[in-house]
């Protein structure tokens, strides 16, 4: 890293909202990072600039072909005042990984870093200190040379834009209805969907849609080639405890890395539980249920962190699942992953970087 950080000062300030009128990514902060790309210089310029609209020409190739990518993390407010990302280095690796899908130049990963510390060191005054809030942290790219034609743009904006935020259900952990889908299909092997682009999000959204008319959370989506193995939830990567035993989708090329999961799955070994990753088909998932062997179900993400799941809906068939209630391993995840994301219990792992 050897390029200098501008800081491009504002006398206007707004308002902070009230920590129990957060919503979800309904208010953003004073400031926000930015830094562009094109062939000549290559990413250059990186500031932290006030908080603003963007100006683009109309014929920028994101509005047309789509090359837009992004990630998503939090800053947490501890018991004694301090702020803590978690593992934000995952998240900017794995953005990296999706832009090498893209056809996106690679971002030097320690500077984004740096520009990420800066920024939220600025912003700690919007870090909320409500039970259960966070500042959210969207870093994204988007082409922005104008040109009609399908190729990959030579010109590119990355920006980091931060929003303080409730839980991202209603109630925390209630647990969700979702709604298996069979019509539509989220991605294949070889595509896209083990990578964070926008256009994955746009595509999932009709079916959304039909699960919501319905009193449906989330979506499930299975493979797209059989349609019988699971993959993941729209926002969310998924688990399954069957017969005493944990199981989670096996990584495929069609589903996201997600870092979340991740630190599912090596906190449930540090604490000496074995979980199995590998393809599990949704037949056999309700052949367990009326077993009477489906014991719970959770999604891991960073948005809501762990989400139980009451009730699956595959075929009209309806699997309500530990009588509607968080299970065992819900409640053991959430507490022990956000006490570590909150600075509330030791980190074995050194997930947490301290903002200074």
């Known amino acids: 890293m050897n390029q200098v950080i501008e800081f491009v000062k504002s006398d206007a300030r707004k308002a902070k909202p009230e920590p129990n009128a957060l919503g979800f990514g309904k208010y953003f902060t004073d400031y926000m990072f930015v830094m562009e790309y094109n062939q000549e210089k290559g990413w250059h310029s990186p500031q932290i600039a006030p908080y603003q609209p963007l100006t683009l020409d109309p014929s920028a190739l994101v509005f047309h072909y789509g090359q837009a990518v992004f990630e998503g ?37 320690e500077l984004v870093l740096e520009g990420l510390k800066q920024l939220i060191e ?56 979702i709604y298996v889908e069979n019509d539509f299909v989220r991605a294949v092997k070889g595509g896209v969907g083990h990578v964070k682009t926008s256009g994955n999000y746009a595509a999932s959204l009709l079916a959304q849609k039909k699960a919501e008319a319905i009193g449906y959370d989330q979506v499930l989506w299975l493979d797209g080639r059989e349609k019988k193995y699971v993959e993941e939830v729209g926002s969310m990567n998924i688990f399954f405890k069957i017969n005493g035993e944990i199981i989670t989708p096996q990584l495929n090329g069609s589903i996201l890395s997600g870092i979340t999961r991740d630190s599912v799955i090596q906190l449930l070994r540090y604490w000496g539980v074995t979980v199995r990753e590998e393809r599990i088909a949704i037949d056999d998932v309700y052949e367990s249920y009326l077993k009477g062997e489906l014991e719970e179900v959770f999604g891991t993400g960073t948005a809501a962190v762990i989400s139980p799941v009451g009730e699956l809906n595959w075929n009209n068939q309806r699997m309500m699942i530990n009588n509607l209630e968080p299970g065992e391993f819900s409640l053991k995840l959430y507490q022990s992953i956000t006490n570590i994301q909150y600075g509330k219990e030791k980190d074995p792992f050194g997930w947490t970087v301290e903002i200074q």
Do not use: H
């Open 122 to 177: 600025l912003e700690k005054d919007w870090v909320p200190n409500q039970e259960g809030t966070s500042l959210y942290i969207r870093p994204f790219i988007i082409a922005t040379e104008p040109f009609l034609g399908v190729r990959p743009s030579k010109n590119y904006k990355f920006l980091i834009i931060l929003s303080p935020v409730g839980a991202y259900y209603a109630g925390q952990l209630s647990p969700v209805k």
């Open 73 to 109: 993390l939090k800053a947490y407010r501890t018991p004694d005042g301090r702020v803590l990302l978690f593992r934000p280095e995952k998240n900017i690796q794995r953005l990296n990984e999706t832009c090498k899908r893209m056809c996106i130049p690679p971002l030097d990963e």
